[in-house]
Each structure stands twice: as structure tokens, then as C-alpha cells.
């Protein structure tokens, strides 16, 4: 289950947006690598700024010292101008003061060690501790009510979400106490079932056969943070879809308070979804035990107006060929990490190694094909993002109905990047944003395109058309992509990522 559980990893097309859409990303830092670990770690950082000021990189590095609650602090950016006002944003925040003031005052007390108990061996002599189910130490009913924050693209979800989580609590704020975790949801399903094959791998060693893993990955998430803040939840695949009621009531039991944020209604989660009637359960827990908010504030913050940076190169003409190579040159001797360039550099990913063609310490070099032709999944592709800071990725072509596998994984990719904050260059065959298009038409043939490029800020004749993609997933799959892909192509993204 858990190698069917990692390929299906490859179709969740959606990791991971850095905050507002005008110069507030995400909170959490871009991760090294642990040398011990050959599987790749999600990011469950506890992130809070220093006490002087708040890390919402690009945006107020300089600002004055941080607030100690949601309401406050964002009164505060609106003032500096950092963020515009919005009254519908002002009314989120009430929301978010709502659970900050609970929290205050909240102690579910310590998440109890791994559970062991004695049982005879064999020869009935001796004995040996071999784990138990760990009990929940919270009642459901005494942990504050989560929020679930939802709305479409560019509605400010992830900036909201990043808000609250620098302004918890000081115990929150302390790993040392209570603990917090920020994380893309993709990344956390990720990180889960693998402690979940560490923890069947240790049970099975024991003689315990197929005991339940979860409850133990359970105690250990909790026992790093009693608030949990997932971004971009979403349910694509069905081993998510099995195990997410189990999981949250564990975590909840635990003492966790969770906040997501979604581009879906609880009700519209993994719709057509294989064996939807075993995931109306989960569905009913989140209604039960989170405020649900809709964030639809008539404002989208992508479509403010931002200069562009020379990142994407097309035609694929000799010129771009040598310019993009001449780029990665000149970045990859001055990496201030390691200006030795190495061919088929191998990185260790779940036990296997990814091939990079070439790279310097914090610069990599690849092709469409060595990232996309291949069964790669978003584990590989975080893996990379992780390891390095800039990425140059060549020859991009047209993706038609024949590259469907192709156009996910590169979906999955870009998502990738735009998480851990990647610098990225592209030489593509058209323009980077028509490279899902078809050849002829354009998506104002279609409804569904139509809404999304409005959405967007985009014209049809930017976009094109393309029968790639059909479903309602899917379609906001490409929405964020193309999103993305504009957003990281700015300035201010440069910047950002030094």
C-alpha cells in the first residue's frame, strides 16, 4: 500500500502556494536535507519570526516589532502598506483572533510517550516490551474548534493562514513546549506515510505483524506541534481518502488544533473521487470540528500589475540555447555554495538516486525529458527543490493530449518550486504560458477555460486552448500552474529567492 500510496503521489498536482499574491509568500523556510535521511522530509518547521520583526519575505523585513495577536498584526501591514485594506480580509481575521484567544489559555497537556507493554516470549522465561496503541489524551469536545479557510485562486488563503501562524502563542511558538507546525498538505501526506512504513517496518521486525501504524504517526506529528496549519488541502488520490478521518481524529485526540486552507467546500472535496461514500466520513469530521470560512472577498491580489524578469526564453532558437547555457554558467561559478559543476550528480530519494545532469552546489540543469519523461513523482521533484535554490529546466515543448503524464508531472513540479521558493529559468518552445495550449483555438471555446483565465488575470490569446485538461481538478490544477509560473516570473520573485 505505501509504494501504491507514494506513485499516486505523482498525481496530486497542487503542493503549495507562498502567501498573498502581492509580495507576501509563505512563511516556511527552505529546508536542508538531514544527511541521515535518504527519504525526503516534508517541511513540518515550526516558523516564527524574531520578536524585531516578521519574516514575510519581500514584504516587511523592516517593519516594527511583530504584534502579539491576528487582529493587530494585521492592522499593522495594512499600515505600512504592506497589505491593502479589505474588509472581508478584516473579517477572516476575526475569525483567526477567535482561535488565537482559545489558544491562549489552551494546555492539552503532554503528548504521552511511546506506549510498551510486557508479554511473554517465547519459551514463557522471559519477556520483551513490544509497543501498544497509544490512547488519546484529549476529548474531542475540550480542543478548540479549527478553521477550515476556502476560496478560489487568489484570495489571500495562504497569506491569512501564515498571519496566525506567526502570531500564536508563546508555547505554540516554542518546540520546546507546545510546538507548531506549518506545511504544504501534499508535503504532509508525504511525511506521513512515510513514518507510517518506518513504523509498520519497525512493528513487523517486532512480530507484530499488520498492526496499525497510524495512532503511533499520530502521537509522533502531535508530540511536534499541538497546532497544525496545512496549506492547499486537497484530496486527489484514494489512500488519502481512506486514512484522513482516522488520521485527524488521532491528531485531535492528541490535543492537535488544525487549520487548512482549501480551494473547495468540505462537501466538493475529492468529487468523482473511487469510493467517495468511504470519504463522506472525513468530510462529516471536518464540518463538525472546524469553522468553515468561505474567503471569497471579490479581491484577487495575482492580478495586481507586476513587472516581469527575464526568466523564460522561447522560441528554442540557438540565441536562447546559448543565452540559458551561458546563465547557468555564470550562476554556477559564482555559487557561493560549491562553484564546482558536476555531471550526474546522484541524489538519494527513498532508497533510490536521481540523476542531475549537471549542478554546482545550489544550481541544477536539467531537461524536460530527465524531469518529466521519467515516472518521477512530487517526492523526487521536492527532493530537488529542496537541495537546490535555482533550477534550470530546458527545452520545454508544446504538451498536446499524447503528453498528458508529461504536463501533470511538470504540474507537479512547478508546484514544487513555487513551495520552497525555487528560482526558476525556462527555455520553452512557445511561450511558457501556452505550453498546455493546442495548436489552433483558444480557451475562450470554453467555458471552464474562460472562468479560469478571468480568475487569472489572463486573455485567452496569452493562454490558449487545450484539451489536456477536463475535469474540475485538473482545471484548477492548471490554474495554479499558470498562476504560479507568472507569479515566479516577476521581480519581485527574483528577490525574493535572492
Same mark, same amino acid.
Given at each position: 500500500?505505501?509504494?501504491?500510496?507514494?506513485?499516486?503521489?505523482?498525481?496530486?498536482?497542487?503542493?503549495?502556494?507562498?502567501?498573498?499574491?502581492?509580495?507576501?509568500?509563505?512563511?516556511?523556510?527552505?529546508?536542508?536535507?538531514?544527511?541521515?535521511?535518504?527519504?525526503?522530509?516534508?517541511?513540518?518547521?515550526?516558523?516564527?519570526?524574531?520578536?524585531?520583526?516578521?519574516?514575510?519575505?519581500?514584504?516587511?523585513?523592516?517593519?516594527?516589532?511583530?504584534?502579539?495577536?491576528?487582529?493587530?498584526?494585521?492592522?499593522?501591514?495594512?499600515?505600512?502598506?504592506?497589505?491593502?485594506?479589505?474588509?472581508?480580509?478584516?473579517?477572516?481575521?476575526?475569525?483567526?483572533?477567535?482561535?488565537?484567544?482559545?489558544?491562549?489559555?489552551?494546555?492539552?497537556?503532554?503528548?504521552?510517550?511511546?506506549?510498551?507493554?510486557?508479554?511473554?516470549?517465547?519459551?514463557?522465561?522471559?519477556?520483551?516490551?513490544?509497543?501498544?496503541?497509544?490512547?488519546?489524551?484529549?476529548?474531542?469536545?475540550?480542543?478548540?474548534?479549527?478553521?477550515?479557510?476556502?476560496?478560489?485562486?487568489?484570495?489571500?488563503?495562504?497569506?491569512?493562514?501564515?498571519?496566525?501562524?506567526?502570531?500564536?502563542?508563546?508555547?505554540?511558538?516554542?518546540?520546546?513546549?507546545?510546538?507548531?507546525?506549518?506545511?504544504?498538505?501534499?508535503?504532509?501526506?508525504?511525511?506521513?506515510?512515510?513514518?507510517?512504513?518506518?513504523?509498520?517496518?519497525?512493528?513487523?521486525?517486532?512480530?507484530?505483524?499488520?498492526?496499525?501504524?497510524?495512532?503511533?504517526?499520530?502521537?509522533?506529528?502531535?508530540?511536534?506541534?499541538?497546532?497544525?496549519?496545512?496549506?492547499?488541502?486537497?484530496?486527489?488520490?484514494?489512500?488519502?481518502?481512506?486514512?484522513?478521518?482516522?488520521?485527524?481524529?488521532?491528531?485531535?485526540?492528541?490535543?492537535?488544533?488544525?487549520?487548512?486552507?482549501?480551494?473547495?467546500? *468540505?462537501?466538493?472535496?475529492?468529487?468523482?473521487?473511487? @469510493?467517495?461514500?468511504? $470519504? !463522506?466520513?472525513? %468530510?462529516?469530521?471536518?464540518? &463538525?470540528?472546524?469553522?468553515?470560512?468561505?474567503?471569497?472577498?471579490?479581491?484577487?491580489?495575482?492580478?495586481?500589475?507586476?513587472?516581469?524578469?527575464?526568466?523564460?526564453?522561447?522560441?528554442?532558437?540557438?540565441?536562447?540555447?546559448?543565452?540559458?547555457?551561458?546563465?547557468?554558467?555564470?550562476?554556477?561559478?559564482?555559487?557561493?555554495?560549491?562553484?564546482?559543476?558536476?555531471?550526474?550528480?546522484?541524489?538519494?530519494?527513498?532508497?533510490?538516486?536521481?540523476?542531475?545532469?549537471?549542478?554546482?552546489?545550489?544550481?541544477?540543469?536539467?531537461?524536460?525529458?530527465?524531469?518529466?519523461?521519467?515516472?518521477?513523482?512530487?517526492?523526487?521533484?521536492?527532493?530537488?527543490?529542496?537541495?537546490?535554490?535555482?533550477?534550470?529546466?530546458?527545452?520545454? *515543448?508544446?504538451?498536446?493530449?499524447?503528453?498528458?503524464? @508529461?504536463?501533470?508531472? $511538470? !504540474?507537479?513540479? %512547478?508546484?514544487?518550486?513555487? &513551495?520552497?521558493?525555487?528560482?526558476?529559468?525556462?527555455?520553452?518552445?512557445?511561450?511558457?504560458?501556452?505550453?498546455?495550449?493546442?495548436?489552433?483555438?483558444?480557451?475562450?471555446?470554453?467555458?471552464?477555460?474562460?472562468?479560469?483565465?478571468?480568475?487569472?488575470?489572463?486573455?485567452?490569446?496569452?493562454?490558449?486552448?487545450?484539451?489536456?485538461?477536463?475535469?474540475?481538478?485538473?482545471?484548477?490544477?492548471?490554474?495554479?500552474?499558470?498562476?504560479?509560473?507568472?507569479?515566479?516570473?516577476?521581480?519581485?520573485?527574483?528577490?525574493?529567492?535572492?
Amino acid at each position: 500500500m505505501f509504494r501504491q500510496a507514494v506513485a499516486s503521489s505523482s498525481r496530486l498536482a497542487r503542493p503549495a502556494r507562498p502567501a498573498l499574491r502581492t509580495a507576501l509568500p509563505a512563511l516556511a523556510p527552505r529546508r536542508a536535507l538531514h544527511p541521515s535521511r535518504t527519504a525526503p522530509q516534508a517541511s513540518s518547521v515550526t516558523v516564527h519570526a524574531p520578536d524585531d520583526k516578521l519574516s514575510f519575505q519581500g514584504g516587511c523585513r523592516d517593519v516594527a516589532p511583530l504584534t502579539p495577536d491576528p487582529i493587530r498584526r494585521y492592522e499593522h501591514l495594512v499600515n505600512i502598506g504592506t497589505l491593502r485594506p479589505d474588509d472581508s480580509q478584516r473579517a477572516i481575521v476575526k475569525r483567526l483572533e477567535r482561535l488565537w484567544n482559545e489558544l491562549k489559555d489552551y494546555d492539552p497537556g503532554p503528548v504521552p510517550p511511546q506506549s510498551m507493554e510486557i508479554t511473554p516470549s517465547f519459551f514463557g522465561k522471559f519477556f520483551t516490551k513490544t509497543p501498544t496503541v497509544p490512547p488519546p489524551t484529549v476529548p474531542l469536545d475540550k480542543v478548540p474548534k479549527g478553521l477550515y479557510l476556502y476560496g478560489s485562486v487568489g484570495t489571500g488563503k495562504t497569506m491569512l493562514m501564515d498571519l496566525f501562524h506567526s502570531t500564536l502563542p508563546p508555547r505554540f511558538a516554542d518546540k520546546q513546549q507546545l510546538g507548531s507546525t506549518r506545511i504544504h498538505f501534499h508535503s504532509f501526506m508525504l511525511d506521513v506515510l512515510h513514518r507510517q512504513h518506518e513504523v509498520t517496518a519497525r512493528y513487523q521486525k517486532l512480530g507484530k505483524g499488520q498492526k496499525d501504524a497510524l495512532p503511533e504517526v499520530a502521537r509522533s506529528l502531535a508530540a511536534e506541534g499541538r497546532v497544525l496549519c496545512f496549506d492547499e488541502f486537497q484530496v486527489t488520490d484514494i489512500v488519502t481518502a481512506m486514512i484522513l478521518r482516522q488520521l485527524l481524529e488521532r491528531l485531535m485526540g492528541f490535543g492537535v488544533v488544525c487549520v487548512m486552507t482549501s480551494n473547495r467546500h *468540505p462537501d466538493e472535496l475529492y468529487i468523482n473521487g473511487i @469510493q467517495r461514500q468511504s $470519504f !463522506i466520513p472525513a %468530510i462529516e469530521l471536518i464540518k &463538525e470540528r472546524f469553522e468553515i470560512v468561505d474567503l471569497d472577498s471579490g479581491t484577487d491580489y495575482r492580478k495586481i500589475p507586476r513587472a516581469l524578469s527575464h526568466v523564460y526564453f522561447s522560441p528554442l532558437t540557438p540565441e536562447n540555447r546559448s543565452e540559458v547555457s551561458k546563465l547557468f554558467h555564470s550562476m554556477a561559478e559564482s555559487d557561493p555554495v560549491s562553484n564546482v559543476i558536476l555531471a550526474n550528480r546522484k541524489i538519494p530519494i527513498w532508497g533510490r538516486e536521481l540523476v542531475v545532469p549537471e549542478s554546482s552546489g545550489s544550481v541544477a540543469r536539467f531537461t524536460f525529458a530527465d524531469l518529466c519523461n521519467k515516472p518521477l513523482s512530487a517526492a523526487d521533484y521536492i527532493e530537488v527543490t529542496n537541495t537546490f535554490k535555482t533550477v534550470f529546466v530546458e527545452d520545454v *515543448p508544446r504538451m498536446g493530449l499524447g503528453e498528458r503524464d @508529461q504536463a501533470r508531472r $511538470f !504540474i507537479t513540479f %512547478i508546484d514544487a518550486c513555487y &513551495e520552497n521558493r525555487t528560482k526558476l529559468f525556462i527555455s520553452s518552445e512557445v511561450p511558457i504560458f501556452q505550453v498546455f495550449s493546442n495548436e489552433s483555438g483558444t480557451a475562450a471555446d470554453d467555458g471552464h477555460m474562460r472562468a479560469v483565465m478571468d480568475d487569472l488575470g489572463l486573455s485567452a490569446d496569452e493562454v490558449g486552448s487545450s484539451s489536456l485538461f477536463s475535469g474540475d481538478e485538473e482545471l484548477f490544477a492548471f490554474a495554479r500552474c499558470v498562476s504560479r509560473l507568472s507569479q515566479m516570473g516577476t521581480k519581485e520573485w527574483s528577490e525574493l529567492t535572492g
